[in-house]
DNA sequence: AGTCCACAGGAAGGGCAGGCGA
DNA sequence: TCGCCTGCCCTTCCTGTGGACT
């Protein structure tokens, strides 16, 4: 190892943290005690699970609402409560939380359902078995402990949009295939419309309950950070004026509890690397602005080569001028980008495909738009400050060896 | 009112890789 | 080793779209 690695190391070993009382308590991750402003919520996911104590089977729930509105938090704080509850007594309750999202955990019917059987002890090959026989494992499980099992499948709309609601129709209707045990599903969404495009009977089965999660208004959100701060920050290290405008900015963006906490997290770490005594509102201003960057280049970095082309392609064409890029315009130049760093060219659909994907990352911004009898196209622009431009480029740059 | 354009985007399926059980 | 299964990336084919133009 590098001399220079060792000494940075040793240095933060070493290095007494002036601000930080507790990191982790300023993360999203992070369970309190207390989860102030969602009684109401808590409240009524707990007597939905109830029964489960005495051996019933809870309702099915689904749980909506915008992005940190405390959705994952609450049901994760009710899952742990009932799990200990039922410690105490005869019915063995178990709660399993799935993330939807995990790519290579959850993202298709078969992981899933490997994935629950391994949770509950019962390892599954990666790959190779019919998704029945999975299934079966699944079930042989369950029964053989006569477990209540509660799932939490959290971004449940990830993967009804990869596979269908067929999946969480059979899913809904696992207690039919069981003898003894009895499996509950909490799903939770960010997408308000997510029940909508639901089969009728998936969804009757799944919102036996429902609960929305409104967000947090300002004030909410000065309570939940300033509930954290005195968790993780030492006393009388943050300007009076930081909480306000970490819990303005976020709710702005919906009441994004989540978005609150990584700038009051982020304003605090570069104080301390900036050897600030304080946090103040210009740390925040800074934080605003790494968030944001630190975003978007480490999802640049990732990108697979085909895509880093197509971005590449677009912002040449911005170079050289152009606004409101059509699809059309970015296919020729990519054609371009591919012959000098000798990628093979895939076809437009597929580009199209790779466009919608950069828009949803926030990289650029697409939209449809008709030109009349010129047709229908997408109005393309990047999405980035001048200083996120650059520095993607280099990327770009290296990555391609243009 | 009908035509036309330039795509968007859904559906189906091919080809390949990785992994399993017999 | 072989047949089978899933996942992933991609192509091909097709229908739909919506506003300008005729």
């Known amino acids: 190892m590098p001399q220079s690695i060792q000494t940075i190391f040793q240095e933060f070993i070493e290095k007494k943290t002036v601000l930080f009382k507790d990191r982790d308590a300023l993360t999203s991750d992070f369970t309190p005690d207390t989860i102030p402003h969602r009684n109401k919520e808590i409240n009524t996911v707990a007597s939905i699970l109830a029964p489960s104590l005495k051996g019933g089977k809870p309702s099915n729930i689904f749980i909506y609402g915008m992005t940190g509105t ?21 019915n063995p309750v178990k709660v399993i939380y799935i993330n939807c999202k995990m790519k290579k955990i959850a993202d298709t019917e078969y992981r899933l359902v490997a994935e629950l059987s391994r949770i509950l002890g019962q390892e599954v090959p990666i790959t190779g078995l ?3 026989h999975v299934y079966q494992t699944f079930f042989n499980v369950l ?5 209540i099992v509660v799932v939490i499948l959290d971004e449940i709309d990830a993967l009804v949009n990869k596979m269908g609601d067929d999946f969480l129709y059979n899913f809904t209707r696992i207690n039919q295939e069981l003898k003894r045990a009895k499996v509950s599903i909490i799903g939770i969404t960010n997408d308000l419309h997510f029940i909508d495009i639901l089969d009728p009977r998936v969804k009757s089965s799944l919102s036996e309950e429902e609960i929305l999660f409104s967000p947090y208004n300002a004030l909410e959100l000065q309570d ?10 030492k006393p009388g290290v943050i300007s009076d004026e930081v909480i306000p405008k970490c819990a303005a900015l976020a709710a702005q963006e919906h009441g994004d509890a989540r978005r609150a906490l990584d700038l009051l997290r982020v304003a605090g770490e570069i104080a301390e690397r900036e050897n600030d005594p304080k946090i103040t509102e210009k740390h925040v201003d800074m934080a ?15 990108l697979p080569k085909q895509t880093k082309a197509l971005l590449w392609s677009i912002i040449e ?3 050289k001028g152009q606004k409101n890029m059509q699809t059309g315009d970015i296919y020729s130049v990519y054609e371009d980008v591919c012959k000098e760093c000798a990628l ?8 199209s495909d790779l466009i919608s994907e950069l828009d949803m990352m926030g990289i650029i911004n697409a939209r449809i738009i008709s030109l009349g009898r010129y047709g229908r196209t997408r109005e393309i622009n990047p999405n980035v400050s001048e200083k996120v431009k650059n520095k993607m480029k280099d990327i770009l740059k290296s990555s391609l060896m243009i």
Request: glycine fraction near 6%; proline fraction near 3%.
């Open 288 to 302: 605003l602005e790494k968030i944001d960057h630190d975003r978007i280049i480490e999802s640049v970095k990732s």
């Open 224 to 233: 939940i950070l300033k509930q954290r701060a005195e968790l993780g920050f």
């Open 317 to 319: 064409l911005e170079e």
């Open 70 to 90: 405390g959705k994952t938090l609450v049901t994760r704080y009710v899952g742990c409560e009932l799990e200990k509850m039922s410690n105490k007594g005869t």
């Open 130 to 132: 019919p998704t029945e």
């Open 143 to 147: 029964d053989s402990n006569n477990w």
């Open 344 to 351: 093979h060219p895939l076809t437009q659909r597929r580009i």
